[in-house]
T-cell receptor, first 113, second 114 residues
Framework: KNQVEQSPQSLIILEGKNCTLQCNYTVSPFSNLRWYKQDTGRGPVSLTIMTFSENTKSNGRYTATLDADTKQSSLHITASQLSDSASYIC????????????FGAGTRLFVKA | SQTIHQWPATLVQPVGSPLSLECTVEGTSNPNLYWYRQAAGRGLQLLFY??????ISSEVPQNLSASRPQDRQFILSSKKLLLSDSGFYLCAWSGGQLSTGELFFGEGSRLTVL
């Protein structure tokens, strides 16, 4: 069964600190892996997208990595800001079709001053 | 540029009442359209998707239905709401190849059934 597991479930960090969120997936073969940021009560917004052949992708202070051998991805946030407080969702699309896209439950990040 | 609008943002309805959530996309033609439901602590669950006018596919059996009366309009409905229909509903669109198309989400609709 295709699954996407994220850890930790929630995380509290101080403003200015770095953090790393994890995503393990069993979807195979897959077309692409994306990280989305979702503010409370809002729709998710895409941060990064990687195909199976890519190892890393950056978007400002956000850097995603992908290890297709171990089926793991991580999202690293550098110099966190209060506005980074949100849920971060790992999303994997299988090669069989975008309609079968699988969403992780997300990591809830709280950045405190 | 493309935009997606979804409304209403918040809805409180009694059990047994009807439901209509509407979603429209602007700035693109023939988009793939989706309705998702997001439960607390759970990943997004795909409810319906559509590749064209009048073409609706359902991923899970449920008390809801969807319609696509126009190319860029997607409607989620129910004739009689259940308590279990409460949740956060998200409309999304994608273009291009179905397996690689990035999903663009609306702002979401919070439904509370009492």
């Amino acid at each position: 069964k295709n699954q996407v597991e994220q850890s930790p479930q929630s995380l509290i960090i101080l403003e200015g600190k770095n953090c790393t969120l994890q995503c393990n997936y069993t979807v195979s073969p897959f077309s692409n892996l994306r990280w989305y940021k979702q503010d409370t009560g809002r729709g998710p917004v895409s941060l990064t997208i990687m195909t199976f052949s890519e190892n890393t992708k950056s978007n400002g202070r956000y850097t995603a990595t992908l290890d297709a051998d171990t089926k793991q991805s991580s999202l690293h946030i550098t110099a966190s800001q209060l506005s980074d407080s949100a849920s971060y969702i790992c999303v994997v699309s299988p090669i069989t079709g975008g309609f079968k896209t699988i969403f992780g439950a997300g990591t809830r990040l709280f950045v405190k001053a | 540029s493309q935009t997606i609008h979804q409304w209403p943002a918040t809805l409180v309805q009694p059990v047994g009442s009807p439901l209509s959530l509407e979603c429209t996309v602007e700035g693109t033609s023939n988009p793939n359209l989706y309705w998702y439901r997001q439960a607390a602590g759970r990943g997004l669950q795909l409810l319906f998707y559509s590749v064209g006018i009048g073409q609706i596919s359902s991923e899970v059996p449920q008390n809801l239905s969807a319609s696509r009366p126009q190319d860029r309009q997607f409607i989620l409905s129910s004739k009689k709401l259940l308590l279990s229909d409460s949740g956060f509903y998200l409309c999304a669109w994608s273009g291009g190849q179905l397996s690689t198309g990035e999903l663009f989400f609306g702002e979401g609709s919070r439904l509370t059934v009492l």
